[in-house]
């Protein structure tokens, strides 16, 4: 999928995401994913924008993020498009090595709250034009 959209996007690191091991707690590695998912669906998500629900998160450690660091940087990306949801990849990088990898589903939802089926042009705009 070539052309599917990717955002990559800085985020600070702040004193609170810092655990009494003084690294960066492994719950912030969830909201460095959504704060970017967030920014992805503002730009990428279309008609979807406040229309999906989070069905499940999950994140993989590669390794710790010290205190002392500044900044991370979180590429977002669509993995896979199904029916009425759609898989988002994150890859969290620190310095350029790579911290953690996230991968989360989002339904599609209608105005009744309940799942429903991805429009043709929530697909086109969720995987890119094609290359």
Do not use: W
Not at 40 to 46: A, I, L, S, V, Y
């Amino acid at each position: 999928m070539s052309g599917a959209p990717v955002l990559t996007m800085t985020i600070q690191v702040r004193f609170a995401d810092l655990d009494p091991l003084g690294h960066v707690n492994h719950v912030q590695f969830l909201a460095f994913m959504e704060t970017a998912r967030v920014a992805f669906m503002h730009e990428h998500g279309g008609t979807l924008r406040g229309g999906v629900l989070v069905a499940r998160a999950e994140c993989d450690y590669r390794r710790e993020i010290s205190g002392s660091t500044r900044s991370v940087e979180v590429a977002i990306s669509v993995e896979s498009v199904g029916r009425t949801s759609f898989v988002v990849r994150h890859v969290i990088t620190d310095g350029g090595a790579e911290s953690g990898v996230g991968r989360v589903v989002l339904v599609a939802i209608g105005d009744d709250r309940r799942p429903r089926p991805l429009s043709d042009e929530e697909r086109t705009k969720l995987l890119g034009a094609p290359s």
